[in-house]
């Protein structure tokens, strides 16, 4: 159990610390989970990102089977899942400065999703978390497999359905796998999952809604709002505040949805929430305690529809890609839009520094974008795959990893930097 403490600043960066992998490489950089170390897309330290992508050079290019899971890189390995066959699973520990291949993992996994989203494939579809000794990979059948780090070797299962009873979610698990200190956090087999890291055991399981199509399409966080650490989790129709420990419920608001298509990971600003839905609006919600008690209500919300595409925050504003293909600007504070761009891709996955955005869009572009709330500016593209790209870019130090349908890429940027000095 995490305890609790009266510092709620020291719990949360402690917290913060472990979700990040506390066995990072800080001269590798490292980026070991969805969305990155602090799992906000934000790349810290390091080198300074170059104003141009002219002489981004691959180092390497390994051909796999499809999968919408991003690559996770932890150290010296990067980790790729794929669906072989539309019937197994597999996972691969990868050398990153060669491409090559440490070990691999394979279990029968596979389901046929439904409706729309079976045009683009019924392959693995979470992004894998790593702590630097296990790797925590959820199938598409809803279960959790931990993996030991340098063997690939299986040291548990959590397999909802047959543990449970619980239905194999319609569109397949979906949530990407949070590592807290010694536990997992994950939006599956109908609820949200408390789970010890070393042994596999449930700790327990809240806001269940049944399984099957009500499973969620989004990923929890952990943030310290209205000065208390808790998780954030998106359920399909609402916003929860959950306290780790003991699976609390501190708050909860009702998110207009479509068919309850909420899937962008919760993106936390001050005592304030932002996300968007697909076909409705776009949110942002205020958090106080007061005696106590949390209560939680609507500060904003403008016509903007996000899709898919999770937000980046730089300073005071939210950077959002919407679902007609546009880039929008948004001020947190108010909601005021300062621009929109023209119309991209269908998807882009985004990695921020300081005042530049790296974007992958799904027709295989990278986009070097300043973040100026003034004005949209595109400092440069490249085309990176000839495949579509939906899994998200990962950036670790000098390294830029793109995984497309038919296999994974490194490049690297340390030449771009180097030209510009």
Known sequence: MIRKLTNTLMISSVLWIATAAAAADPALGDWPQWRGPTRDAKVAGGMPWPSSLENLSERWRVPLGPSYSGPIVSGKRVFVTETENKKTEIVRALDRNTGSELWRASWTGAISVPFFARSNGSWIRSTPACDGESLFVAGIRDDIVCLDVETGAERWRLDFPERMGTSIPKFGCVSSPLVVGEFVFVQAG?????????????????????????????????????????????????????????GRILWRQEVPSFRGMNILTPTVFGDGIFTSTYKNRSFFYRVAKRDGAFSVGEAWNTRAQGYMSSPVVIDDHAYLHLGNGRLACFRLQDGKETWRSKSFGKYWSMAARENRILALDERGELLLIEANPSEFRLLDRKKVSENETWAHVAVAGNDVLVRDLGGVALFDWRATVDNEK
């Open 190 to 246: 109908g609820g949200f999952a408390k789970i010890d890291k070393r042994s596999g055991k449930l700790i327990w399981k809240i806001l269940d809604d049944g399984g099957g199509m009500s499973s969620a399409f989004s990923s929890p966080v952990l943030a310290t709002i209205a000065g208390s650490t808790q998780l954030l989790v998106q359920m399909r129709e609402e916003l929860v505040g959950v306290a780790p420990e003991d």
